[in-house]
């Protein structure tokens, strides 16, 4: 029986660290942490990848900062050799 003590409490110590994480991250980033709660509100549950909210960043970036749309036609359009007209 004690090992199962033992495990219990370390799941405890665990989620308790999780908690305190979570906790800390909240009040670091309190907009990040606003616009997560309103996202769960309307989606359910979601995992956040990446977020910066001043000079406090968390995740890992994203390799673009944005979608080049153009570009992405074009390497769409020679991956499927589609030939589009230009527009005029």
Do not use: C, H, W
Not at 30 to 57: H, L, M, N, S
């Amino acid at each position: 029986m004690k090992t199962m003590t033992t495990a219990l409490d370390l799941v405890r110590a665990d989620l308790e660290a999780i908690e305190k994480r979570r906790q800390r991250m909240r009040e670091s980033m309190p907009g990040t942490a606003a616009i997560v709660d309103e996202f769960r509100k309307a989606f359910g549950e979601v995992k956040v990848r990446q977020a910066k909210e001043g000079d406090k960043e968390v995740g890992k970036p994203q390799p673009f900062d944005g979608i080049d749309v153009d570009r992405l036609i074009r390497y769409y359009d020679r991956r499927t050799n589609v030939i589009r007209e230009k527009r005029k």
